[in-house]
């Protein structure tokens, strides 16, 4: 019997058309509302994660980007992942061993040394916990065997945050909030597969790279504690837009898509504005973003040519049929020369991140 055994995936980075913002239990990361992500290609944006059990490790151990040791006893998130990964493949191994198998190696008890890297900066606001905790989940599953549906694992991943749930599977992923106080229900599925609309791409403009003033965990309940808007938000508004976007992708209807995408991410910044003391994502070169976009479009024949949309900080992310690219790049070039210089060499490589050829 070996003494070490190791896995390496990889995972891309989600970015939301409908957002995910509020969470109903704090521990589990239950959702107030589902959401729906396309997933981006892993050429350009992904997390690396490899793990090797021993049973001669003393303890697990976590890395990041090859230097920083991360501090597992006060990591409940990455406990979660672990537990649940661990049970897994104990559950696992029992069934073998009563189907007759022998020397089947105990990883479930076995100490880990996991690595995990991104191939973009990590504090860039770039949904690296997305992508990371993603890995980190189907890695553990690779090296443990585990005979679990990708469905399956995606609520594991949710307890390492939540939004990483829907990097579990590429193309248009929506996760669906569930109903269950135990989080049974609370998943990613796969709504269209990445080779279903390759017309559409992501360009993401990183407007600053600064590490965001507010978490998305300390925006979240603040926004659930203090906005009345996010009520309106969560019952009214967003259980239509899913069944709309979900129609506007299986028919490949930008138009639709883009509009939706606009609306939920104007909204969510209208929310977060809501709280009470109020919190701002955005700034003035995001909100310039806006304009030239909207611009952009309305100089069209009434289609429209490019989606922007902003997670919790001020870069934008703009989805457009592949056609439009170009002339997107040399726009923005004209108008934000600056801040597209000062990233320059990210941009250059970066250009075209959703491309499902
Ligand atoms: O999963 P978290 O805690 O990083 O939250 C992500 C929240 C948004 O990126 C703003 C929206 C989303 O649905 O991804």
Not at 150 to 163: E, N, W
Not at 251 to 275: G, L, P, W, Y
Request: glycine share 4%.
């Amino acid at each position: 019997m070996a003494d070490v055994y190791e896995k390496t995936t990889t995972a891309p980075v989600n970015i939301a058309v409908i957002k995910y913002w509020g969470k109903r239990d704090t521990s589990l990361i239950l959702p107030t509302n589902s959401s729906l992500s396309v997933t981006l290609s892993q050429d350009q944006l992904r997390s690396k994660t490899t793990i090797r059990a021993s049973k001669d490790f003393k303890t697990t151990r976590l890395w990041l980007n090859g230097v920083e040791e991360v501090n597992l006893e006060n990591n409940k998130r990455l406990q979660a992942c672990l537990r649940s990964t661990r049970l897994l493949r104990k559950e696992y191994e029992n069934s073998l061993s009563s189907a007759g198998h022998l020397n089947i190696p105990p990883l479930s008890e076995w100490n880990l040394h996991i690595c995990s890297e991104n191939n973009f900066p990590t504090a860039a606001g770039l949904a690296s916990s997305a992508s990371g905790f993603a890995c980190l989940v189907y890695t553990l599953a690779k090296l443990f065997e585990l005979p679990t549906s990708i469905t399956d694992l995606s609520r594991i991943a949710r307890q390492g945050s939540g939004s990483s749930c829907r990097s579990m599977f590429g193309g248009f992923v929506a996760w669906e909030m569930g109903n269950n106080a135990d989080g049974s229900d609370s998943q990613a599925v796969q709504v269209a597969s990445e080779t279903h609309w390759p017309e559409l791409e992501a360009l993401i403009c990183v407007v600053s790279d600064l590490k965001k003033a507010t978490s998305s965990t300390e925006g979240m309940q603040h926004t659930v504690n203090t906005s009345e808007l996010l009520q309106y938000r969560i019952s009214k508004v967003v259980p239509k837009r899913m069944h709309d976007i979900e129609a506007a992708i299986h028919a490949r209807d930008f138009k639709k898509f883009a509009e939706i995408t606009m609306r939920d991410s104007n909204q969510f910044h209208a929310v977060c504005m809501d709280t009470f003391p109020p919190i701002f994502y955005m700034n003035d070169v995001s909100r310039a973003i806006i304009r030239l976009i909207t611009e952009y479009n309305n100089s069209g024949d009434g289609t429209y040519k490019a989606a922007y949309t902003f997670d919790a900080g001020p870069n934008a992310v703009i989805y457009a049929p592949k056609k439009n690219i170009k002339e997107i790049i040399n726009l923005l070039a004209h108008y934000f020369p600056s801040t597209l210089d000062s990233n320059k060499e990210y941009f250059n490589d970066h250009a075209c991140l959703f491309s499902a050829e």
